[in-house]
């Protein structure tokens, strides 16, 4: 059985940092590309960062985050990680990891094989 277990949402003052983890089992991770998304109340579900499958691997960042967030793997530890600093309260939303073979369904936003069960980030004013 595939499973993501996302973790280290929360809630946090704007300015202030969170890392999400996000720790995947049941599939060979290092085959696969991961990637972050997130939603937030009455929005559709928007692409936030991705990394190929290598541990330091290429990374995308939507225009929101950029220089603030930071997507990391650790294939030894099949983990994915998501840094967000600076946070925004426009950053508040569910975030959702995921994983696929094709780097191309996670780019172009469509549907990635895997999903994690999302955790909430709340940044407060």
């Known amino acids: 059985q595939v499973q993501l277990v996302e973790s280290g949402g929360g809630l946090v003052q704007a300015g202030g940092s969170l890392r999400l983890s996000c720790a995947a089992s049941g599939l060979t991770f290092s085959n696969y590309h991961m990637g972050w998304f997130r939603q937030a109340p009455g929005k559709e579900r928007e692409f936030v960062a991705s990394?190929?499958?290598?541990?330091?691997?290429?990374?995308r960042y939507a225009d929101p985050v950029k220089g603030r967030f930071t997507v990391y793997r650790d294939n030894a530890e099949n983990t994915v990680y998501l840094q967000m600093d600076s946070l925004k309260p426009e950053d508040t939303a569910v975030y959702y990891c995921?994983?696929?073979?094709?780097?191309?369904?996670?780019?172009?936003?469509?549907?990635?094989?895997?999903w994690g069960q999302g955790t909430q980030v709340t940044v407060s004013s």
């Open positions: 995921c994983a696929d073979l094709s780097l191309h369904q996670i780019l172009a936003s469509l549907a990635p094989q895997y």
């Open positions: 990394i190929t499958r290598y541990t330091g691997g290429s990374t």
